[in-house]
């Protein structure tokens, strides 16, 4: 059985979006009451190359459960597109065929990565 781990996550959310590939990423966990309040950091590495490829080696499995903190997808450090990700409740069983993680809802309209601002 392939476990998704959080690069597959980043594909998902990009997909979602449909943003460019063209920043780098990260994943962290925050207090619920403010994403940018106390942070951490879900791999200890420096460089955001070898944090993403850490995020291949990482299973989403293993980061629930999160008690009062919250999980993060930042995408763009200049941008900071910052995505709330949560989990489904209940221990839902795969179903065959179904390419996991997927995006099950969403809120509001899709942002624009690159919106064009009248001067």
């Known amino acids: ?5 959080y690069n597959d ?11 460019g590939r063209d920043h780098p990423f990260t994943f962290y966990t925050a207090n619920s009451s403010s994403p940018w309040a106390r ?3 879900l791999t200890e590495e420096d460089e955001w190359q070898a944090r993403e490829s850490a995020f291949c080696r990482v299973n989403l499995k293993d980061i629930y459960p999160l008690g009062r903190r919250k999980l993060y997808y930042l995408f763009d450090f ?5 995505f709330e990700v949560r989990k489904a ?7 065959p065929g179904v390419v ?3 995006v099950i ?3 509001g309209p899709n942002p624009q990565q690159y919106p ?3 001067e």
């Open 1 to 5: 059985m392939i476990r998704p781990a």
């Open 9 to 19: 996550l980043h594909e998902v959310i990009q997909d979602a979006v449909e943003f």
């Open 39 to 41: 942070m951490n950091w």
């Open 78 to 82: 200049g941008d900071k597109w910052t």
């Open 89 to 95: 409740k209940g221990g839902k069983v795969p179903e």
């Open 100 to 102: 996991y993680p997927r």
């Open 105 to 107: 809802e969403a809120f």
């Open 116 to 118: 064009i601002y009248e």
